[in-house]
């Protein structure tokens, strides 16, 4: 296993980032749009670059069977430390990166296989696409979150960084706000390269709008809002125009039968 490059950003990541009104948003939104595709509990999840389970956790609590699959020792620590008693049974962990899930599971194949906010830290996605779908049970669902390169401009405007705003009008890369660099795609493209490896998708939604261009623009936010703060991104995130200009994409697919 390599070093652990993500040892010093994860109580950043785990501890302040989720537990922001954005990254508990981030959470309900996923989770709901999950709910919409995945087959009934016990149904098997893997979870790829996990992280300290903040959505693979809901799900297990729900009934699903977890398989929570991360590179970085202290991610593991931190999902470890979250991870209530009761949900024991039902979550396993396994420290690999992405790049070699099939074997790291045995060869195991999953009712469905998450990979959220993970491509963008990748040069090449291909490796880990390529894991992702051979993961997946024929029938079985694949989900990823990553950045929409379709709206790379907004954050810079909003934040009147006009220079970067233009040239981020063709970008694909910026850094994010960990202060790690990042990479983005576009909706078609992925759809494009899932269909490559045996999945059709299905529905794309966006995950934040409001939020995160509130956030970036300096609006301070009143965490007792949350709940109708993720209501009323939910509804952006399935409605054209707005999940186009979502700082993020969630893109779900089938895996084919053969």
Not at 103 to 108: D, F, K, Q
Not at 141 to 150: E, F, L, P, Q, Y
Not at 158 to 174: G, K, Q, V
Request: glycine letters at 10%; one cysteine or more.
């Amino acid at each position: 296993m390599a070093d652990d490059t993500w040892a010093g950003l994860a109580g950043r990541f785990a501890d302040d980032a989720y537990s922001s009104l954005k990254g508990r948003v981030r959470t309900a939104v996923l989770h709901r749009q999950l709910l919409a595709h995945l087959p009934p509990p016990p149904a098997s999840v893997l979870d790829v670059g996990g992280g300290a389970g903040h959505q693979s956790f809901p799900l297990a609590q729900a009934g699903y069977d977890i398989t929570l699959l991360e590179p970085s020792a202290a991610m593991l620590g931190k999902a470890r430390d979250r991870l209530p008693g009761g949900l024991r049974d039902g979550v396993t962990f396994v420290r690999a990166a992405g790049e070699h899930a099939e074997a790291a599971v045995a060869g195991r194949r999953f009712d469905a296989v998450l990979c959220h906010g993970v491509l963008g830290y990748l040069e090449r996605p291909e490796p880990v696409l390529d894991q992702l779908c051979r993961c997946a049970a024929p029938g079985g669902v694949v989900s990823i979150m990553t950045g929409n390169a379709d709206a790379m401009a907004v954050r810079p405007a909003l934040e009147r960084r006009w220079d970067d705003a233009l040239a981020a009008f063709d970008a694909r890369t910026e850094t994010g706000v960990l202060g790690v660099p990042t990479r983005a795609d576009t909706v078609a493209e992925l759809s494009a390269r899932l269909r490559e490896r045996g999945v059709e998708p299905l529905r794309w939604y966006g995950v934040w709008l409001f939020v995160d261009w509130l956030g970036f623009g300096g609006a301070e936010l009143d965490p007792a809002d949350a709940e109708k703060v993720a209501a009323v991104e939910f509804e952006a995130g399935r409605r054209d125009p707005y999940r186009q200009l979502s700082r993020v994409f969630h893109l779900l697919g089938r895996k084919r039968r053969v």
